[in-house]
């Protein structure tokens, strides 16, 4: 780090070079009469070439020219008056002068290399010392500090600007450092957006100069670092820019290892996460599945025992193998909502034929069906599909389900389905009372009933997994009355399906 | 059951599912030999008197895919599995390990007895040749490579009727789209599944009275088709 020397200790050094002349100029008075005049030049010169090593430049120069006085005064005949007798001395206070100020600037030039050299090692180890601290930062507070103490010794006040989202306005969140005018704030966007150094200065009718330097990372940028020098000096600021640069520089290295670091920990973190509510929800499944198929099994056994049991203990049986199957029924919905509200399904989607779940849905539910009056409008040549037969399945089976629920005996269910431009349409409506129209557009919130008292068995489960599901695979689905009955309609995108090489006659 | 008492082994942790599987099946006219782990499962199956095995997924001692692979290393004995209704992958690892069917919990005594009473029948008949089928209003005549519905000839294309011949040969049992692109395609043709899917819904077209509610040629979501007769 450059600084310059106080002025009153510049003045200090003229006067010792001066003294130094002045030292020179008595020492060599007694050894005028033994030494030749040219040996007492050599004398001047090296007192010059002291003062350029030891004093600098500007001293140096000032000891020629003194030097060079003094030696005629002193000591070239006629002595103690400037005037010279023999002309030829005037080569000799000319070569004099001029060995005297090239001595002094090579001299002077080599100790300010030296200096500078110092300088910049002094550089490189404080920039070390920010890298190895920085190393050992675990957090973001932890940061700011390292980089304020280090920025500190340059009489900076430090923020830190995480960039966070947040607010369109100011994206970040500061970390130390004074809070930052509007103005200050818009010039800190700009050089997040623009990634390049935005500097201000006093003039600018802001509080003080201030320099934003973006936290640039190889992959993206994390922030701003704004610094504000605290004695306001816009050239100094320039002067110290390569080492501020290479400050933010480290600064986003670690930056960006922190983010790093707190990605991989929430993605493990995650991943626990993730397995322990799949084991839960597994081990919850096989517990409450396995009593239920104890009881659907056992109440069967009873109903179908030879002899048979008087009738209102078979009707008994048969009612706790109803309602155990339904219970199996909810617990299932339970289960599955669960799993699609988790947000990671992995959907095992196939291209197929969508008739096929609606024959093996309808086969599933015959026996609730069966005093429905069932019509299905599929035409027999719709284009492959591309979804998860298993969860569509269970939408067309809640759809159907709601359907009887909320029909009498007897009543027509339709299910439709055509192909549309992008995407295939489907309608499961039925003669009923339909949806209450006032929350018709609740239906598929979790929990939501179509009627206020709970006449009729249900969850509300249903319609929010037939959401969820159609959501999942990127359709629509929508409730609503038409005259005499209620009509849920969904759609699924059509895509591409892949080719079929058509197989040479038979 | 009309044919010789038959032998079914109950490979089942839960002792209250054992006792009424059991029982249906004692009612059925069929002795049962209960097993709570894999081990004796597959001693009581090698035991040599078995025709049957009843075998659930989820057993404490062993993973029920290796007891079907161990199984059928010395056995073709027909495998029925109980499992979940959510866990197809299981299913399918199950059948295409060599199970013949599966039946979902929870499920009742009338569907367990139909799926037993059906693996029976074609564990017994297994040997017999059948070079006549019909179903339906549908007649197939596999010497003659004909097809007829109602009557009048119907005409299937090549793989069309490779695919019904498939389905034919293993009546009542659950086949894997795996399983049937093997089949019909050839290896090369594994995660072609779109084909099948169009293929078995042109046979529908052809062989169903309604296509979109089929009878004979059933979707077993997930997992593969079923042939009814």
Redesign the interface.
């Given at each position: 780090m450059r600084t310059l020397l106080p002025s009153d200790r510049r003045g200090g050094r003229y006067l010792l070079a001066a003294a130094l002349c002045v030292l020179t100029t008595l020492g060599a008075a007694p050894l005028r009469e033994l030494l030749d005049l040219a040996n007492i030049v050599m004398l001047f010169l090296l007192t010059v070439f002291v003062c350029a090593v030891r004093l600098g430049r500007g001293p140096a120069v000032m000891a020629a020219f003194f030097g060079v006085a003094l030696f005629d005064f002193f000591f070239v005949p006629p002595q103690l008056s400037l005037a010279v007798a023999d002309a030829q001395y005037l080569v000799t206070f000319a070569v004099m002068l001029a060995v005297g100020l090239i001595t002094s600037h090579l001299a002077a030039l080599l100790s300010e290399r030296t200096e500078e050299a110092q300088a910049r090692e002094q550089e490189t180890r404080a920039l070390y010392e920010l890298a190895r601290d920085l190393g050992g930062a675990l957090a973001i507070a932890q940061v700011t500090d390292i980089a304020r103490r280090f920025l500190g010794r340059l009489d900076m006040d430090v923020s830190l600007l995480i960039a966070e989202g947040g607010s369109e306005v100011f994206p970040f969140r500061q970390y130390g450092g004074r809070h930052l005018s509007e103005l200050e704030q818009s010039f800190a966007r700009s050089a997040y957006q623009r990634r390049s150094i935005v500097e201000t200065d006093s003039l600018a009718g802001m509080g003080a100069a201030i320099v934003f330097l973006p936290l640039a990372a190889p992959a993206h940028v994390l922030g701003v670092l704004a610094l504000a020098p605290q004695r306001d000096d816009v050239d100094e600021l320039r002067q110290q820019r390569p080492l501020l640069e290479a400050v933010a520089s480290l600064l986003a290295i670690t930056l960006e290892r922190l983010h790093y670091a707190d990605a991989a920990q929430r993605g493990e973190l995650q991943v626990a996460a993730e397995r322990l509510r799949t084991s839960i929800l597994s081990s919850l499944s096989h517990d409450l599945r396995t009593p239920l198929t104890t009881l659907v099994g056992l109440a069967d056994t009873l109903v179908h025992r030879q002899p048979a049991l008087p009738e209102d203990a078979t009707e008994t049986a048969g009612i706790i193998r109803d309602q155990a199957r339904s219970m199996h029924h909810l617990l299932s919905n339970l289960l599955e909502m669960a799993r699609l509200q988790a947000g990671n399904v992995t959907l095992n989607k196939e291209w197929q034929a969508f008739e096929e779940i609606v024959g093996s849905s309808t086969r599933l539910l015959a026996t609730l069906l069966a005093d429905r009056q069932l019509v299905i409008e599929v035409p027999r040549q719709l284009p492959l599909v591309c979804f998860d037969a298993v969860l569509l399945e269970r939408v067309l089976c809640n759809l159907l389900e709601n359907a009887v629920k909320y029909s009498p005996p007897g009543a027509r269910i339709r299910l439709f389905a055509r192909a549309g431009e992008t995407a295939l349409e489907v309608a499961v409506d039925n003669d009923g009372t339909g949806f209450p129209s006032d929350r018709i557009d609740q239906v598929f919130n979790l929990f939501a009933r179509g009627e206020q008292e709970p006449a009729v068995a249900g969850t509300g489960l249903g319609l929010a997994i037939c959401k969820a599901i159609i959501i999942a695979h990127g359709g629509m689905i929508v409730a609503e009355n038409r005259p005499g009955g209620a009509c849920v309609r969904f759609t699924l995108p059509l895509g591409t399906p892949p080719a079929v090489e058509e197989e040479g006659s038979a | 059951m009309s044919e010789t008492q038959a032998c079914v082994v109950v490979v089942e942790d839960?002792p209250?599912?054992r006792?009424?599987?059991c029982?249906?099946l004692g009612?059925e006219g069929c002795t049962s030999l209960q097993a709570a782990t894999a081990r004796i499962g597959l001693d009581a199956a090698a035991a040599g008197r078995a025709d049957l095995v009843i075998l659930d997924l989820?057993l404490p001692d062993m993973n029920g895919i290796d007891f079907i692979r161990d199984l059928r290393t010395w056995s073709p004995l027909p495998i029925l599995i109980l499992s979940?209704?959510?866990a197809?992958r299981d299913k399918i690892a199950a059948l295409d390990a060599g199970a013949d069917d599966y039946l979902c919990?929870?499920?009742?005594?009338?569907e367990?007895l139909a799926r037993v009473r059906a693996l029976l029948r074609r564990h017994w008949h297994s040997g017999e040749s059948m070079p006549r089928h019909q179903f339906g209003d549908v007649e197939v005549d596999l010497v003659r490579h004909v097809v007829s519905r109602g009557g009048a000839e119907i005409?299937?294309?090549?793989?069309e009727?490779r695919l019904l011949a498939v389905m034919l040969a293993n009546r009542g049992k659950v086949l894997t789209h795996r399983h049937l692109m093997q089949e019909v395609w050839g290896p090369g043709y594994r995660e072609?599944?779109?084909?099948l899917?169009?293929y078995?819904?042109r046979l529908r077209?052809k062989l169903e009275l309604?296509?979109?509610?089929?009878q004979h040629i059933?979707?077993?979501?997930?997992v593969g088709y079923r042939f009814q007769p």
């Open positions: - | 839960e209250q599912i006792r009424f599987v029982d249906a009612k989820g979940a209704r959510s197809e919990k929870p499920f009742g005594v009338g367990l005409h299937l294309t090549q793989i009727y072609q599944g779109h084909y899917r169009i078995v819904g077209q309604d296509p979109a509610q089929p059933l979707t077993e979501t997930g």
